[in-house]
């Protein structure tokens, strides 16, 4: 009975990890579709992800006596997911799209090596294959090694790079966060987006 539990929520997990990446391999399109009607990156995450997040709000404050122990994780949940879909937008807007994406799915790196440094996790042979095929990945869609070295980094680049790694930090702290409801730290998130995309304008 637990092991088909087990094989069931394992199942879900997968059909989770492939619809999650499908939806966010399209969000280019909308997003593109707006910044072509001039909208900044900081406008279309207040009005996306921001309204959610005030919508939602008094369902997060709900569940507030469940994560008051673990506020300081929470926190940090919201301003890397709101950072990190802050500059994931940014970058699609305005730099091309494989690209863009490429760079963002370096996130595994930046996952592996906060997993090593904060939870202690064994460098196993899974999870260096996805570190290596990552950067090969990130290499040859930038043109290979000699584009890549004899050409330098646009700020857009750097702004893709900087989605992934908060993204990965977003995950890091999500998982620090362990007594937490996910419908919270799912919110936090959103209520992140507003709060930066709101500052930024």
């Not at 539990?5 to 969000?27: E, K, N, P």
């Not at 996306?48 to 369902?59: F, H, K």
């Not at 857009?156 to 977003?170: R, S």
């Not at 998982?175 to 709060?195: E, N, T």
Request: glycine share 14%.
């Amino acid at each position: 009975m637990h092991g088909s539990r087990r094989h069931d929520d394992t199942r879900y997990a997968v059909v989770a990890l492939i619809a999650g990446g499908l939806l966010w391999g399209l969000t280019w399109m909308p997003i593109k579709h707006f910044g072509g009607h001039g909208l900044t990156g900081f406008t279309l995450t207040l009005a996306t992800y921001g309204v959610v997040g005030v919508l939602t709000l008094p369902l997060f404050l709900a569940q507030r006596a469940r994560w008051q122990q673990q506020w300081p994780a929470l926190l940090l949940v919201a301003v890397f997911g709101g950072l990190a879909n802050l500059c994931f937008v940014v970058a699609l807007m305005d730099g091309p799209v494989m690209r863009v994406m490429l760079l963002f799915y370096l996130a595994p790196i930046w996952g592996v090596i906060g997993g090593r440094l904060f939870f202690g996790e064994r460098l196993t042979a899974p999870r260096l294959l996805a570190v290596g095929m990552a950067v090969i990945g990130a290499i040859l869609v930038l043109g290979g090694p000699e584009t890549l070295l004899g050409a330098a980094l646009t700020w857009l680049d750097f702004v893709a790079i900087a989605a992934g790694l908060l993204y990965a930090g977003q995950n890091i702290a999500a998982r620090a966060a362990d007594q937490i409801p996910l419908l919270s730290k799912s919110l936090s998130v959103f209520i992140g987006c507003g709060i930066v995309g709101a500052i930024g304008i």
